[in-house]
């Protein structure tokens, strides 16, 4: 995948907004206010920071030379997937799973607003 699907699967999901709150090339996505999802738009090859399990975060580490503690976060909770070599299907589960994460995170208020 590239940084432009990266994108446009990110925006398939409910209630989520993009922004550059931090410069003019970390894109950043939010599902109520909180974030998901980052990824440069400069860098090369193309990469994103998603959230995960700590548990599963270890074992996809060792799986997987392109998925490191995450650059710039917390190193338990977050990991920069470079996203060369790796397959569309994992790509996705990853952003599904950040996505999951932090939209369980979430005020039943907040996610009862963004599923209608």
């Not at 599902?31 to 980052?38: D, E």
Request: glycine share 4%; charged share 30%; proline share 3%.
């Amino acid at each position: 995948m590239n940084s432009e699907e990266i994108r446009d699967y990110c925006l398939l999901k409910k209630g989520v907004e993009e922004s550059f709150p931090f410069d003019k090339e970390t894109l950043v996505f939010k599902v109520g206010n909180k974030m998901f999802a980052l990824m440069s738009l400069e860098r090369q090859p193309t990469s994103v920071n998603l959230k995960a399990d700590p548990d599963w975060s270890l074992e996809l580490r060792e799986e997987y030379s392109q998925i490191v503690p995450g650059y710039h976060m917390n190193k338990v909770h977050w990991n920069t997937v470079n996203v060369d070599g790796l397959k569309s299907d994992l790509i996705k589960k990853l952003i599904d799973h950040s996505y999951d994460l932090i939209f369980a995170s979430l005020t039943k208020k907040v996610r009862e607003e963004i599923l209608l």
